[in-house]
């Protein structure tokens, strides 16, 4: 490492220092602010320069000397009387100096990272705390659910195929499980923070991260009692079918890079042929600032497993199409799935693109319509739904904001090139 090199990396690790420092001086520390941090990742960064020489017993000396230097200051604090509370900053001293190592012996911008996310974790300690504070038990154990299914369940999987037409993988299925819970996790954890004061349009948002099809049903049974937030119901359950769409396309991104560039431009139109007629809805009322009906937590084992399991079945049931019935059995595969689940179909078709090599492969050009048949036959099953639940204006309200995005995905199907 040359001369040059060696002073902007040590520079770096000085910024670190001091932006960690500069939060523990706000924060009043009486332990380390914002001299002592850049001295702890200097002294880190410094003991990794001698690694070549001393080898890795510099950075481990240097490590025992701060904790010692740590618990020193602690001890003569304590017998002055100053008590405090928690290890926090103690911790992160630690951390900072092997951040300030990591820097010189590791990639730099890793190190940014670490330090960055040191800085913002101590300066949100009452935000975070007030997360906690907002967690139930059943919230407690959607996290720990999610940890069994992908750090337990999913590494201990076979990775191969099985069973007819070779495309039902035991690792890919719950693969795709624990993409559709971490996405719907995420969803339900912007709910706990904002959900309780969540106007329609982030009402909206959040009820179609969550489930849109559970929000069309609340709303609409909400209508029955409310006549008069028919409206207002009709715009978030609109907005909350237009996120069904990002949704989607995220799933597309994760599963099949293949398929997106080709899927994106129509499925982004239907998108806002959805979400058009919701915005014209919110025009015409006024800011209100109701929240959404309550969510419940959506992480659970038992919808994981019947998650996967329609998935395994959509899966087989559209490669079984394919191969019996032609591209016409494909459509009905689709209509069928879409009626209550955009998920498992949008997942399985996109893996179908990624298998060229097999026999149930589909092309693109086939699997983004596919999906657009599946979403205009779940937005039929919502209009179905809020006539069926909720009051006649409303029903006639949503019925027309929902017929707009089926005559346009009708005509992306039929008219969109090759």
């Known amino acids: 490492m040359d001369q040059t090199e060696t002073f902007r990396l040590l520079g770096v690790s000085l910024v670190l220092g001091l932006l960690v420092g500069l939060q523990r001086e706000y924060a009043d520390s009486p332990l380390a602010g914002l001299r002592t941090f850049p001295l702890v990742t200097l002294l880190g960064s410094l003991a990794a320069l001698l690694v070549d020489v001393a080898g890795g017993w510099a950075i481990a000396a240097g490590l025992l000397a701060l904790a010692a230097v740590v618990g020193v200051s602690n001890e003569i604090r304590s017998r002055a009387g100053e008590h405090g509370v928690g290890i926090t900053t103690e911790v992160a001293i630690l951390v900072m100096f092997l951040v300030g190592a990591y820097v010189i012996l590791g990639h730099w911008v890793v190190a940014v990272a670490v330090g960055v996310a040191v800085a913002v974790l101590l300066q949100f300690k009452v935000e975070l705390h007030g997360i906690v504070d907002r967690l139930g038990d059943a919230d407690v154990r959607a996290v720990m659910t999610f940890a069994l299914i992908s750090g337990i369940v999913l590494p201990v999987l076979p990775d191969q195929t099985f069973g007819p037409f070779d495309v039902l993988n035991p690792f890919e299925i719950w693969l795709m499980v624990v993409l559709i819970v971490g996405i719907t996790l995420a969803g339900y954890a912007c709910y706990k923070l904002f959900g309780a004061r969540a106007g329609l349009l982030l009402g909206g948002v959040l009820g179609g991260a969550i489930s849109s099809t559970a929000t069309v049903a609340s709303y609409s049974r909400r209508t029955r009692a409310q006549p008069d937030v028919a409206r207002a119901s009709v715009v978030v359950i609109g907005i909350a079918s237009a996120v069904v769409f990002v949704r989607v396309l995220v799933e597309i991104a994760a599963v099949s890079p293949k398929l997106l560039p080709v899927a994106a431009a129509p499925l982004a139109i239907l998108g806002l042929a959805t979400l058009a007629p919701a915005l014209l809805a919110f025009a015409r009322v006024r800011r209100d600032p109701q929240p959404i009906p309550e969510q419940k937590n959506p992480t ?31 459509y009905v595969v689709a209509v069928l799935s879409g009626l209550t689940d955009m998920d498992a179909i949008t997942l399985s078709t996109s893996r179908l693109v990624e298998h060229a090599e097999s026999e149930s492969a589909l092309a693109p050009e086939v699997a983004w319509r596919l999906i657009a048949v599946a979403a205009m036959s779940n937005l039929v099953f919502k209009g179905i739904m809020a006539a069926a639940i909720g009051n006649r204006r409303f029903a006639g309200m949503a019925a027309g904001a929902f017929a707009v995005p089926v005559l346009v995905g009708v005509g992306l199907v039929l008219a969109w090139p090759e």
């Open 300 to 330: 659970e084992l038992k919808a994981a497993l019947v998650f996967a399991a329609i998935y395994a079945a959509v899966t087989f049931a559209l490669a079984a199409a394919k191969h019996w019935l032609g591209p016409q059995g494909l």
